[in-house]
C-alpha cells in the first residue's frame, strides 16, 4: 500500500530550467518589525566577520527557492572577486537577483582541470574566488572536487560555506529508518553496469541516495524495484523547495505505477531514497541470492528451466523459486 504525499508545497521561487523566476506566496503576511530587525541585525554580524584573502569560498546556492541562500554566504558574494561556477548564465541571473554582479569563471566538467589552473593562478595573486555549482553545494555530484583539491595541494585556504542540499532535504523528510546512509548519486547510464551497481548494494544497511534525471527516473525506479525487491519503500523526492515539489512514499512495488500514473509526476530533478536492508537473518540471505541467481538465469533460460536449475544449486523448494521467477519474468516484460 502506498503512503502517499507527505506534503507538496506550493508559492515559493522556483529555478527552472537554468532560469530563476519569481513567484508569489500563498502566505502573503509582511516580516514582523522583529524579524526585519533580527535579519538586519545578523547581517551587521556578518559585515564584521573576517573573509581571508587569498581563499577559496565553496559556497552553497538555493536549489530552487531562492530565499534558502544564508546571509553569510550573501556577505561572502559581496567580498569575492570573482566565482567560478559550472552555467555562466545561470549563475549570473542568480547573482543578479541577489543585487550582486561579479567575474564568472566557468569550470564544469569539460574544463575543470584547466580551470582548477587560472583559479589557482588568481588565489596566489590574493584574490578571493567562491566556487558555486547551478544548485545545492558543489563537488556533490557536481564539479568542483579538482578546483578543491589543487587549491589543498597548493596550501590554500578553502572555505566551506554552508548551504541548500538536495540529498539532505530528501532524507531529512523522509522517516526511513537504517544504519546511517550512502551517497550514491547518479547511476550509470548503460542497463548492465547500472544493475550490477544496484545488486552491489542490496545488503546495504543504509538509506541509498540517488539522483536521477527526469527522463531516466521511471525507468531507474523499476530497475530498484527489481533488484531490491518488492517490500522495500523508496521516497521519490522530486522539485525540492521548488513550486511543484513532492515527496512520495511508498513500497517500491507501487512506485513506477505511482510514476507512471501522471506525467507530472517524472517532471523535475529527483532524489531517490531506499530504505536500508532489514538484515532479517539467514532465510533473508537465502531468497536474496535466489533471487540475483534467477535474474541472472533469466536472461538465457525460460522461466521453468530457470527454477529448475535455481532449485538444484540453491536446495530451495522449485515451487517457490518458480513463482519467485515469474514475479520477475513479469517485472522485466
Not at 299 to 310: F, G, K, T
Request: charge should be negative; aromatic fraction near 4%; hydrophobic fraction near 40%.
Amino acid at each position: 500500500m502506498g503512503e502517499g504525499v507527505l506534503y507538496n508545497t506550493n508559492g515559493v521561487d522556483l529555478q527552472q530550467g537554468g532560469a530563476i523566476n519569481s513567484h508569489r506566496s500563498t502566505m502573503t503576511t509582511p516580516l514582523s518589525s522583529d524579524l526585519a530587525a533580527l535579519l538586519t541585525s545578523l547581517a551587521e554580524d556578518t559585515a564584521s566577520q573576517r573573509f581571508p584573502a587569498g581563499a577559496l569560498y565553496v559556497l552553497g546556492t538555493p536549489i530552487g527557492n531562492l530565499s534558502d541562500i544564508s546571509i553569510r554566504a550573501l556577505g561572502v558574494l559581496e567580498q569575492v572577486d570573482a566565482i567560478a561556477c559550472e552555467d555562466t548564465r545561470h549563475t549570473g541571473q542568480l547573482i543578479k537577483r541577489y543585487g550582486f554582479s561579479k567575474p564568472l569563471i566557468a569550470t564544469h566538467q569539460h574544463n575543470e582541470a584547466a580551470a582548477a589552473q587560472k583559479i589557482m593562478e588568481r588565489l596566489r595573486c590574493g584574490e578571493r574566488i567562491a566556487l558555486v555549482s547551478d544548485a545545492g553545494t558543489p563537488a556533490i555530484s557536481d564539479p568542483g572536487t579538482r578546483v578543491v583539491d589543487a587549491a589543498l595541494n597548493e596550501g590554500i585556504t578553502v572555505i566551506p560555506i554552508a548551504g541548500p542540499s538536495a540529498s539532505v532535504a530528501a532524507l531529512s523528510a523522509s522517516g526511513l529508518s537504517g544504519e546511517g546512509f550512502q551517497f550514491v548519486g547518479f547511476l550509470p547510464t548503460k542497463h548492465a553496469q547500472r544493475d550490477s551497481a544496484l545488486r552491489a548494494l542490496t545488503d546495504s544497511a543504509a538509506v541509498l541516495v540517488f539522483y536521477e534525471a527526469p527522463h531516466r527516473v521511471l525507468d531507474t525506479v523499476s530497475a530498484l524495484r527489481d533488484v531490491f525487491g518488492h517490500q522495500r519503500r523508496i521516497v521519490i523526492a522530486r522539485e525540492l523547495s521548488k513550486l511543484f515539489e513532492q515527496i512520495h512514499r511508498c513500497s517500491l512495488s507501487d512506485a513506477p505505477e505511482w510514476l507512471a500514473a501522471d506525467s507530472d509526476r517524472q517532471r523535475g530533478e529527483f532524489v531517490l531514497l531506499i530504505e536500508g536492508a532489514s538484515g532479517g537473518g539467514k532465510e533473508d540471505d537465502e531468497l536474496k541470492e535466489a533471487r540475483r541467481l534467477l535474474m541472472l538465469l533469466l536472461e538465457e533460460c525460460p522461466v521453468s528451466q530457470a527454477a529448475a536449475l535455481a532449485a538444484k544449486i540453491t536446495g530451495l523448494k522449485k515451487n517457490k523459486l518458480y513463482a519467485m521467477a515469474l514475479e520477475i519474468a513479469d517485472q522485466r516484460s
